[in-house]
């Protein structure tokens, strides 16, 4: 079975401050790895992906992730953090051939602080 | 292009009942998938549909199940509702089956 651990529950950062949220899952195949957004009062959306190839992925709003495969970690990082960002950030992995069946963290709350 | 519909947005039951959800994905997307969010439990996964067969299901008792119609709807169904089925009850789209979902805002029931 997989998991999925975001350690960080709660962040709180200044605006223009640097962004690192943690994410370690557990499975021993290979894996597809998300990031996955809930602004206050909209629904769940697709940040970021990674299925194979460059291990550093975009996605929007300026927000990054690196799938390190020795640790089975895929931090999500965003160079300079603007109150817009003030939302909750849901790491996700699905083993390949498993349909849309996937294994989310608990999630980490980030308030940005104008 | 619509979202992801989900009815009702809001409900209020009582133990014992039983509750149907519905969902209706982005349009052309054939995958329909459902997910709990409870703050203790964080996102589950209940059950996955595509072309009204059900693909995956979770670790959830035979008291949640669900279907799907030809036009890609899907509903789910609680039965015999207890005090902790009380959540936000997600139901997510896709064209594929690789884990990029779309989800809807979710219906929350309230289970006393």
């Known amino acids: 079975a997989q998991s999925v651990s975001q350690h960080n529950h709660h962040v709180i950062l200044s605006e223009a401050a640097s962004l690192e949220l943690g994410c370690n899952y557990s499975?021993?195949?290979?894996?597809?790895l998300f990031w996955y957004v809930q602004y206050p009062g909209q629904h769940l959306q697709l940040l970021l992906k990674?299925?194979?190839?460059?291990?550093l992925v975009k996605g929007i709003k300026g927000f990054e992730a690196e799938f390190i495969k020795s640790k089975f970690s895929f931090n999500l990082r965003k160079p300079s953090v603007q109150w817009s960002d003030t939302a909750e950030y849901f790491c996700?992995?699905?083993?390949?051939?498993?349909?849309?069946?996937?294994?989310f963290g608990g999630g980490t709350r980030l308030m940005v602080k104008p | 292009k619509a979202g992801v519909t989900q009815t009702p947005r809001y409900l209020i039951k009582t133990r014992g009942q039983q509750v149907t959800l519905s969902c209706s994905p982005i349009?052309?997307?054939?995958?329909v998938s459902w997910y709990q969010q409870t703050p203790g439990q964080g996102l589950q996964f209940l059950f996955e549909?595509?072309?009204?067969?059900?693909?995956n299901k979770g670790n959830f008792p035979g008291r949640f199940s669900g279907r799907q119609f030809s036009n890609s709807r899907s509903e789910m169904n609680v039965s015999t509702l207890e005090l902790g089925d009380s959540a936000l009850y997600l139901c997510?789209?896709?064209?594929?089956?690789?884990?990029?979902?779309?989800f809807g805002e979710g219906s929350r029931l309230t289970v006393l």
């Open positions: 997510a789209s896709s064209q594929g089956f690789t884990g990029e979902l779309f």
């Open positions: 499975y021993g195949g290979t894996v597809n």
């Open positions: 990674y299925f194979s190839g460059d291990p």
């Open positions: 996700a992995v699905n083993a390949r051939n498993a349909g849309n069946m996937l294994t």
């Open positions: 349009s052309g997307h054939r995958s």
């Open positions: 549909y595509f072309s009204e067969t059900q693909r």
